[in-house]
């Protein structure tokens, strides 16, 4: 069965470090996959898409890579501030009928 | 871009009763779409709104659980009927940019069956 996998535990960092989510993926051929950020009690965000022909997409302090081969997105916050502490979702673009699936979300907590 | 007004943003609710969701658009979109975000889970989607036609429900929701209209282009509701505690959950309307590549979502109703 079709599966998307990101880490259920918090990830904790110190600011100004790297922040790095993964997100791995099983039975999708996917299209695109997309980064999203979601605060407690709003919508999620759309953050960055990458295409299956890319390789890396970078956005500011942003960068996604995309690994078709390993079946795997990083999703890599440079420099991170608190003000970055959120969930993270990764979802994948499946093709057919536009319809996009999502994971279930690493929290980052960023430390002052 | 587009700007998504979805209400109410939180309500509790008694077992056995329904409530509606109402999620407004700032522009014109030809698909809307329903999630579900259960506490710790991921969004699932419920079903796909379409002006002028029924929605297209997913696997695991039917239609007399959460009844859905779309009276034009940039409005939608939805209905979660005969309401348990198992309904407790954010449900978040959503539609597609221009690019059909991203999607922008309303902050999402926190509902809480008692």
């Known amino acids: 069965s079709q599966k998307i996998e990101q880490n259920s535990e918090a990830l904790n960092i110190q600011e100004g470090k790297t922040a790095t989510l993964t997100c791995n993926y099983t039975?999708?051929?996917?299209?695109?996959l997309q980064w999203y950020r979601q605060d407690p009690g709003r919508g999620p965000v759309f953050l960055l898409l990458?295409?299956?022909?890319?390789k890396e997409k970078r956005k500011e302090r942003l960068k996604v890579t995309f690994d078709t081969t390993l079946k795997q997105s990083l999703f890599h916050i440079t420099a991170s501030q608190p003000a970055d502490s959120a969930t993270y979702l990764c979802?994948?673009?499946?093709?057919?009928?536009?319809?996009?699936?999502f994971g279930t979300g690493t929290k980052l907590q960023v430390i002052p | 871009s587009a700007v998504i007004s979805q209400k109410p943003s939180r309500d509790i609710c008694q077992r056995g009763t329904s409530l509606t969701i109402q999620c407004q658009v700032d522009?014109?979109?030809?698909?809307m779409f329903w999630y579900r975000q259960q506490p710790g889970q991921s969004l699932t989607l419920i079903a796909t709104?379409?002006?002028?036609?029924?929605?297209?429900?997913e696997s695991g929701f039917v239609i007399d659980k959460f009844p859905i209209s779309r009276p034009n282009l940039t409005f939608s509701t939805l209905t979660v009927s005969n309401m348990s505690p198992e309904d407790s959950s954010i449900y978040l309307c959503?539609?597609?940019?221009?690019?059909?590549?991203?999607?922008?979502f309303g902050q999402g109703t926190r509902l809480t069956v008692v």
């Open positions: 959503s539609v597609e940019g221009d690019r059909g590549t991203e999607a922008f």
């Open positions: 039975n999708y051929s996917p299209a695109y």
């Open positions: 709104a379409n002006q002028g036609s029924e929605a297209t429900y």
């Open positions: 990458i295409r299956e022909n890319e």
């Open positions: 979802a994948l673009y499946s093709g057919g009928y536009q319809k996009v699936t």
């Open positions: 522009s014109q979109v030809t698909m």
